[in-house]
T-cell receptor, first 113, second 109 residues
């Protein structure tokens, strides 16, 4: 157990729907990062939050959004889902805003049908 | 644009052999180069990391070789074991983490 908790582990939904993925960072970590892993794209950085504020944005689509709550857990919202959004979504956490030691959760496997 | 290029995409090595995975980067502002190991159904886990002022770092059977002038770094796994079979990602930070595309390593008994 890495200490980073992601729920749910698996999610199957239809195109056009909206889902929310949840991440609880490791105790003491203030930064949360979201990554998308697909077969042909590897691990793509989506977005980072640090202590409740957005810190950095990567290749995140406009249909996707995230937030970090006062208790530091984070949610990634994916809307108007397309077949191509099927992927593993990982959350990672680190202590500082510029993390060197990222700890990853076990991921949420999203399947859009 | 892929910030960190990784090769090969897949690698099959005999038990006891040496596994070598190579990565290259362009951004000279990268200041930390970790390697992650990922088993099926799990998230990536930090394996070993190096800073650009060091040319080599060894931890057990795992060694990173770093060539700053060539902007290349590699992971060597000595005495490869079937339990090492996993996907390996190189990465670089500036300050966020950018991953290579991954190498699926299979160690056959």
């Amino acid at each position: 157990d890495s200490g980073v908790t992601q729920t749910p582990k698996h999610l199957i939904t239809a195109t056009g729907q909206r889902v929310t993925l949840r991440c609880s960072p490791r105790s003491g970590d203030l930064s949360v990062y979201w990554y998308q892993q697909s077969l042909d794209q590897g691990l793509q950085f989506l977005i980072q939050y640090y202590n409740g504020e957005e810190r950095a944005k990567g290749n995140i689509l406009e249909r996707f959004s995230a937030q970090q709550f006062p208790d530091l857990h984070s949610e990634l919202n994916l809307s108007s889902l397309e077949l191509g959004d099927s992927a593993l979504y990982f959350c990672a956490s680190s202590v500082a805003s510029q993390g060197k030691g990222y700890t990853f959760g076990s991921g949420t496997r999203l399947t859009v049908v | 644009q892929q910030q960190v290029k990784q090769s090969p995409q897949s690698l099959i090595v005999q038990k006891g052999g040496i596994s070598i995975i190579n990565c290259a980067y362009e951004n000279t502002a990268f200041d930390y180069f970790p390697w992650y190991q990922q088993f099926p159904g799990k998230g990536p886990a930090l394996l070993i990391a190096i800073r650009p002022d060091v040319s080599e770092k060894k931890e057990g059977r795992f060694t990173i070789s770093f060539n700053k002038s060539a902007k290349q770094f590699s992971l060597h796994i000595m005495d490869s074991q079937p339990g090492d079979s996993a996907t390996y990602f190189c990465a670089a930070t500036n300050p966020n983490l950018f991953f290579g595309t991954g190498t699926r390593l299979t160690v056959i008994p």
